[in-house]
């Protein structure tokens, strides 16, 4: 079974909490996926030691150590490279990339993000679902493309906003909610069941 595995890399910037999540769900048998490496563009990210707590290979690539981006992702491949990563993660990884690192990926990257796409593209989700009244928000897991946020879709859960919502409130029920789906997506896409993005 392991070897049949798919190696997975979670590329992060912050606490990884969707990461610990992707790790928590690969630590059953039947998972067909293993947690190899994490990659942070931030050395102070606390995701990083979350990661290594649970014996999991942790690399630094730090962006402002680059004088370009192509420079960063083509470091930041050759380490997905030379990890053998099959499918890439990407969980709170505050950098755009460029279209022809994510096309090198096609299919084998995936994003979480937290609206109901293509609702509320982009940042500060949460804020504008409060500000535009909608009744129900979200999110969704999705294949990156070269355009943000508009990848095939893969899992999407709503998520009521109710009355009296706080910003901090609803980000909390969505965060729940991405960390049930993304594990779930992740299972899709190692077991061939979700489309190629």
């Not at 990210?45 to 690539?61: D, M, S």
């Amino acid at each position: 079974m392991s070897e049949a595995r798919k190696r997975v890399g979670v590329l992060i910037s912050g606490r990884g909490s969707n990461m610990a999540a992707l790790i928590e769900a690969a630590r059953a048998a039947d998972y067909p996926a293993e947690i190899a490496l994490v990659i942070s563009n931030r050395p102070d990210a606390a995701g990083l030691e979350t990661a290594a707590k649970q014996g999991i290979a942790t690399r630094v690539v730090d962006h402002k150590q680059f004088e370009s981006r192509n420079d960063f992702e083509a470091e930041l491949y050759e380490v997905l490279a030379r990890a053998r990563i099959d499918i890439v993660c990407l969980a709170g990884f505050m950098r755009v990339l460029t279209p022809s690192f994510v096309e090198r990926w096609r299919g084998r990257m995936l994003n979480i993000h937290p609206s109901l796409l293509p609702a509320l593209k982009g940042l500060n989700t949460h804020a504008r679902a409060l500000a535009t009244g909608v009744k129900m928000h979200g999110c969704t897991v999705h294949f990156v493309v070269p355009e943000l946020d508009s990848g095939p879709i893969i899992l999407q859960e709503p998520v009521p906003v109710l009355e009296g919502d706080s910003e901090e409130k609803l980000a909390a029920r969505v965060l729940a909610a991405e960390h049930r789906i993304y594990p779930a997506a992740l299972r899709l896409v190692a077991e061939g069941k979700a489309g190629r993005g």
